[in-house]
């Protein structure tokens, strides 16, 4: 059955780069994925999966099913793409490894005692479309969850952050700043108080924790003080635990800047926190076996295999069943995810070979964990 599974995919090759690329030429970002979600489902229903759109009321999301097996396979399809950045991290490739991996799987799905069941999952850069659909359903008593996610290097195991994504606004009261400067609330002076305050912070935090945000609205004109500034940030940390103790620090920091002008401060959450991840690990040894035997090198030791503390939604899924979440090399040193320079390399030769390396190593690794959990 492996060496069927790989001769579907190397046949498959052609439609499969074709889906990646077509993907990577008409990037989309979190819960706009309306055409890239289409393509992906079209692509499965090709091999005769039943697919149910707008899953669990999501719009882009999809559900693919195949097969009736006892064994249930979930692999996840992410397509958003980073805003201003295009495929700068690979999510094109995600999509078409998973096709790939689902199509080669189906004309074996009786003799493995396979149900494959192919989720296609929104808004992973921020938003966190699995968490959506973990609430309403999705995922519940599968045997295994997969997916291959592109990086500089191979790395085996994902050890990502646990994460939350923050909307964060000051609100003053504008002035002209010659005339009656007195007048005003500057919510700009709010957000450089917060700023400063948590670049003091750092120092005191452990480091496994990450903060890190960005101003996207900082006043209209330089001679009126501004009413209102805006803001996303970002809290990692080791685990959802260390999270939820290290934003209480956070937040005092933009209180402070809030305290410090007169502003009025709200702080709302853009999704749900991306927790930790759990590693199913027979299915992590089965998939370094098979991707050293279709010729994959793990790195061990370079700073370029920090991807695989990248955080991801697919972590949430992680607590609830067995899972995995392997990298896969596209040789895109010196560039790294979300780079300009990396979304280059995630088409192209390297990039073409990672899509079928990938695609054949989670089809093995589904047959291994399917056939050791049948076993007398």
Same mark, same amino acid.
């Given at each position: 059955?492996?060496?069927?599974?790989?001769?579907?995919?190397?046949?498959?090759?052609?439609?499969?780069?074709?889906?990646?690329?077509?993907?990577?030429?008409?990037?989309?970002?979190?819960?706009?994925?309306?055409?890239?979600?289409?393509?992906?489902?079209?692509?499965?229903?090709?091999?005769?999966?039943?697919?149910?759109?707008?899953?669990?009321?999501?719009?882009?999301?999809?559900?693919?099913?195949?097969?009736?097996?006892?064994?249930?396979?979930?692999?996840?399809?992410?397509?958003?793409?980073?805003?201003?950045?295009?495929?700068?991290?690979?999510? !094109?490739? @995600?999509? =078409?490894? $998973?096709? +790939?991996?689902?199509?080669?799987? &189906?004309?074996?799905? /009786?003799?493995?005692?396979? %149900?494959?069941?192919?989720?296609?999952?929104?808004?992973?850069?921020?938003?966190?479309?699995?968490?959506?659909?973990?609430?309403?359903?999705?995922?519940?008593?599968?045997?295994?969850?997969?997916?291959?996610?592109?990086?500089?290097?191979?790395?085996?195991?994902?050890?990502?952050?646990?994460?939350?994504?923050?909307?964060?606004?000051?609100?003053?009261?504008?002035?002209?700043?010659?005339?009656?400067?007195?007048?005003?609330?500057?919510?700009?002076?709010?957000?450089?108080?917060?700023?400063?305050?948590?670049?003091?912070?750092?120092?005191?935090?452990?480091?496994?924790?990450?903060?890190?945000?960005?101003?996207?609205?900082?006043?209209?004109?330089? !001679?009126? @003080?501004? =009413?209102? $500034?805006? +803001?996303?940030?970002?809290?990692? &940390?080791?685990?959802? /635990?260390?999270?939820?103790? %290290?934003?209480?620090?956070?937040?005092?920091?933009?209180?402070?800047?809030?305290?410090?002008?007169?502003?009025?401060?709200?702080?709302?959450?853009?999704?749900?926190?991306?927790?930790?991840?759990?590693?199913?690990?027979?299915?992590?040894?089965?998939?370094?076996?098979?991707?050293?035997?279709?010729?994959?090198?793990?790195?061990?030791?370079?700073?370029?295999?920090?991807?695989?503390?990248?955080?991801?939604?697919?972590?949430?899924?992680?607590?609830?069943?067995?899972?995995?979440?392997?990298?896969?090399?596209?040789?895109?040193?010196?560039?790294?995810?979300?780079?300009?320079?990396?979304?280059?390399?995630?088409?192209?030769?390297?990039?073409?070979?990672?899509?079928?390396? =990938?695609? $054949?190593?989670?089809?093995?690794?589904?047959?291994?964990?399917?056939?050791?959990?049948?076993?007398?």
């Amino acid at each position: 059955m492996k060496e069927q599974a790989a001769q579907r995919v190397a046949a498959d090759a052609e439609r499969l780069i074709r889906l990646s690329e077509l993907l990577h030429a008409h990037p989309e970002t979190a819960w706009q994925e309306h055409r890239s979600a289409r393509w992906v489902a079209e692509a499965l229903e090709e091999s005769g999966f039943a697919v149910t759109p707008s899953y669990l009321g999501l719009d882009t999301a999809f559900l693919a099913t195949y097969g009736s097996g006892p064994f249930r396979l979930g692999l996840c399809a992410e397509y958003d793409a980073l805003p201003g950045l295009g495929h700068a991290c690979g999510h !094109n490739l @995600i999509a =078409a490894i $998973t096709v +790939g991996t689902a199509r080669a799987l &189906a004309p074996l799905a /009786d003799d493995a005692g396979l %149900t494959i069941e192919v989720y296609g999952t929104p808004a992973e850069e921020g938003g966190g479309g699995k968490i959506e659909l973990l609430e309403r359903g999705a995922f519940a008593g599968l045997d295994l969850a997969m997916m291959a996610h592109p990086a500089p290097v191979d790395v085996a195991e994902a050890e990502p952050f646990a994460v939350s994504h923050s909307h964060v606004s000051f609100q003053g009261k504008a002035a002209h700043a010659a005339a009656y400067p007195e007048q005003g609330v500057n919510a700009a002076d709010a957000f450089t108080v917060a700023q400063v305050a948590v670049g003091l912070l750092r120092q005191q935090l452990p480091s496994s924790v990450r903060v890190h945000g960005v101003m996207t609205s900082g006043g209209e004109a330089p !001679n009126a @003080i501004p =009413a209102r $500034t805006e +803001g996303r940030w970002y809290v990692r &940390a080791e685990s959802l /635990d260390q999270l939820a103790e %290290t934003e209480e620090k956070v937040w005092r920091c933009f209180e402070a800047g809030a305290l410090a002008t007169g502003c009025t401060l709200d702080i709302t959450p853009e999704s749900k926190p991306y927790a930790e991840f759990r590693t199913f690990q027979p299915a992590l040894e089965a998939y370094v076996r098979n991707a050293e035997q279709l010729g994959r090198v793990f790195d061990q030791g370079s700073p370029a295999r920090r991807m695989n503390r990248a955080s991801t939604d697919m972590g949430n899924v992680s607590q609830v069943v067995p899972a995995v979440h392997p990298y896969v090399g596209i040789g895109s040193l010196p560039a790294l995810n979300h780079q300009p320079e990396f979304a280059a390399h995630c088409v192209g030769g390297d990039a073409e070979k990672a899509l079928l390396d =990938a695609a $054949t190593a989670l089809a093995w690794t589904a047959l291994d964990i399917a056939q050791e959990s049948t076993a007398p």
